[in-house]
Nanobody, 120 residues
Framework: QVQLVESGGGSVQAGGSLRLSCAVS???????MAWFRQTPGKAREGVAS???????GYADSVKGRFTISQDNAKNIVYLQMNSLEPDDTAVYYC???????????????WGQGTQVTVSS
């Protein structure tokens, strides 16, 4: 079992930066970690993922702008978001799963979400 708590969302102007944090409560096994985002009326979209070994993956829409990282000592996963655009506006969710980390499917543990709003 794992519990996830996101923080760090807010409002920023286009071109600005935000860093999201996900505090992970887990015992024992290692998990694939990821950030997803969702806007009203659209499916939840995988943004970035990181394996227990630190291998990362990104959606094409955020490559070069977003960076996922993890602090294993503190059990925190970060999403550094730079050069933000209005299309990045969404609720961002932290997620965890066991299994194959290179795909955004089959995540079964979710945080409550944090709102990110980017104004033009």
């Amino acid at each position: 079992q794992v519990q996830l708590v996101e923080s760090g969302g807010g409002s920023v102007q286009a071109g600005g930066s935000l860093r999201l944090s996900c505090a992970v409560s887990r015992v024992g096994i290692s998990y694939c970690m990821a950030w997803f985002r969702q806007t009203p009326g659209k499916a939840r979209e995988g943004v970035a993922s990181i394996s227990p070994a630190g291998v990362t993956g990104y959606a094409d829409s955020v490559k070069g702008r977003f960076t996922i990282s993890q602090d294993n000592a503190k059990n925190i996963v970060y999403l550094q978001m730079n050069s933000l655009e209005p299309d990045d506006t969404a609720v961002y969710y932290c997620a965890a799963k066991t299994g194959v980390c290179s795909v955004f499917s089959a995540y079964n543990y979710w945080g409550q979400g944090t709102q990110v709003t980017v104004s033009s």
